[in-house]
Nanobody, 121 residues
Framework: QVQLVESGGGLVQAGGSLRLTCAAS????????MGWYRQAPGKQRELVST???????TYATSVKGRFTIARDNAKNTVYLQMNSLKPEDTAVYYC???????????????WGQGTQVTVSS
Protein backbone atom coordinates (compact mmCIF):
# COMPACT_ATOMS: atom_id res chain seq x y z
CA GLN A 1 0.00 0.00 0.00
CA VAL A 2 1.18 3.49 -0.86
CA GLN A 3 0.10 6.72 0.74
CA LEU A 4 0.60 9.94 -1.21
CA VAL A 5 0.24 13.41 0.26
CA GLU A 6 0.43 16.51 -1.92
CA SER A 7 1.24 20.02 -0.76
CA GLY A 8 2.29 23.34 -2.22
CA GLY A 9 -0.84 24.44 -3.99
CA GLY A 10 -2.27 27.91 -3.62
CA LEU A 11 -3.26 31.13 -5.33
CA VAL A 12 -0.77 32.82 -7.63
CA GLN A 13 -0.90 35.52 -10.26
CA ALA A 14 -0.38 34.71 -13.91
CA GLY A 15 3.32 34.48 -14.66
CA GLY A 16 4.13 33.29 -11.18
CA SER A 17 5.51 30.02 -9.91
CA LEU A 18 4.58 27.25 -7.53
CA ARG A 19 6.26 24.02 -6.51
CA LEU A 20 4.09 21.05 -5.69
CA THR A 21 5.40 18.30 -3.45
CA CYS A 22 4.17 14.73 -3.15
CA ALA A 23 5.42 12.71 -0.23
CA ALA A 24 5.07 8.94 -0.44
CA SER A 25 5.08 6.44 2.37
CA UNK A 26 4.40 2.78 2.93
CA UNK A 27 6.43 1.34 0.11
CA UNK A 28 9.69 1.16 -1.76
CA UNK A 29 9.27 4.46 -3.55
CA UNK A 30 12.10 4.00 -6.01
CA UNK A 31 10.38 1.22 -7.95
CA UNK A 32 7.34 3.25 -8.93
CA UNK A 33 6.63 5.54 -11.80
CA MET A 34 5.30 8.84 -10.49
CA GLY A 35 2.98 11.25 -12.16
CA TRP A 36 1.10 14.49 -11.77
CA TYR A 37 -2.43 14.85 -13.07
CA ARG A 38 -4.82 17.76 -12.91
CA GLN A 39 -8.55 18.26 -13.13
CA ALA A 40 -10.20 21.56 -13.82
CA PRO A 41 -13.89 22.16 -13.05
CA GLY A 42 -16.10 20.50 -15.61
CA LYS A 43 -13.18 18.80 -17.32
CA GLN A 44 -11.67 15.33 -17.30
CA ARG A 45 -8.55 14.57 -15.36
CA GLU A 46 -5.51 14.97 -17.56
CA LEU A 47 -1.95 13.78 -17.31
CA VAL A 48 0.49 16.63 -16.78
CA SER A 49 3.86 14.97 -16.27
CA THR A 50 5.47 11.66 -15.41
CA UNK A 51 8.80 10.30 -14.31
CA UNK A 52 9.59 6.59 -14.43
CA UNK A 53 11.73 4.79 -11.92
CA UNK A 54 14.56 5.09 -14.44
CA UNK A 55 14.22 8.85 -14.65
CA UNK A 56 12.50 9.18 -18.03
CA UNK A 57 10.14 12.15 -18.09
CA THR A 58 7.10 13.13 -20.11
CA TYR A 59 5.13 16.35 -20.25
CA ALA A 60 1.79 17.38 -21.64
CA THR A 61 2.20 19.71 -24.59
CA SER A 62 0.42 22.48 -22.71
CA VAL A 63 3.04 22.56 -19.94
CA LYS A 64 6.21 21.65 -21.80
CA GLY A 65 8.92 24.21 -21.18
CA ARG A 66 7.13 25.63 -18.13
CA PHE A 67 6.80 22.68 -15.74
CA THR A 68 9.55 20.39 -14.47
CA ILE A 69 9.11 17.10 -12.65
CA ALA A 70 11.77 15.80 -10.29
CA ARG A 71 12.05 13.07 -7.71
CA ASP A 72 14.20 12.51 -4.66
CA ASN A 73 14.23 8.79 -3.95
CA ALA A 74 16.08 9.28 -0.67
CA LYS A 75 13.17 11.41 0.56
CA ASN A 76 10.39 9.41 -1.15
CA THR A 77 9.26 12.64 -2.74
CA VAL A 78 8.32 13.87 -6.18
CA TYR A 79 8.06 17.52 -7.14
CA LEU A 80 6.40 19.55 -9.84
CA GLN A 81 7.98 22.95 -10.42
CA MET A 82 5.50 25.15 -12.25
CA ASN A 83 6.73 28.37 -13.82
CA SER A 84 5.07 30.97 -16.04
CA LEU A 85 1.69 29.90 -14.74
CA LYS A 86 -1.41 30.72 -16.75
CA PRO A 87 -5.07 30.96 -15.69
CA GLU A 88 -5.74 27.79 -17.68
CA ASP A 89 -3.41 25.92 -15.32
CA THR A 90 -6.02 26.35 -12.60
CA ALA A 91 -7.05 22.90 -11.39
CA VAL A 92 -6.77 20.38 -8.61
CA TYR A 93 -3.42 18.66 -9.01
CA TYR A 94 -3.08 15.01 -8.06
CA CYS A 95 -0.01 12.91 -7.48
CA UNK A 96 -0.08 9.29 -8.63
CA UNK A 97 2.17 6.25 -8.31
CA UNK A 98 2.12 3.07 -10.30
CA UNK A 99 3.77 0.89 -12.85
CA UNK A 100 4.72 1.63 -16.43
CA UNK A 101 5.09 -0.06 -19.79
CA UNK A 102 7.01 0.75 -22.93
CA UNK A 103 4.03 2.70 -24.23
CA UNK A 104 2.51 4.01 -21.00
CA UNK A 105 4.80 6.03 -18.74
CA UNK A 106 2.48 5.44 -15.79
CA UNK A 107 -0.38 3.12 -14.94
CA UNK A 108 -1.67 4.68 -11.72
CA UNK A 109 -2.46 2.43 -8.80
CA UNK A 110 -2.36 5.00 -6.02
CA TRP A 111 -3.57 8.58 -5.77
CA GLY A 112 -3.10 11.49 -3.44
CA GLN A 113 -5.96 13.64 -2.22
CA GLY A 114 -5.12 16.57 -4.49
CA THR A 115 -4.02 20.14 -3.99
CA GLN A 116 -5.72 23.19 -5.47
CA VAL A 117 -3.80 25.50 -7.77
CA THR A 118 -5.49 28.74 -8.75
CA VAL A 119 -3.90 31.17 -11.18
CA SER A 120 -5.46 34.62 -11.37
CA SER A 121 -5.25 36.80 -14.46
Amino acid sequence: QVQLVESGGGLVQAGGSLRLTCAASGTTFVIYSMGWYRQAPGKQRELVSTMTSGGTTTYATSVKGRFTIARDNAKNTVYLQMNSLKPEDTAVYYCAAGGSTTVQPIIPNYWGQGTQVTVSS
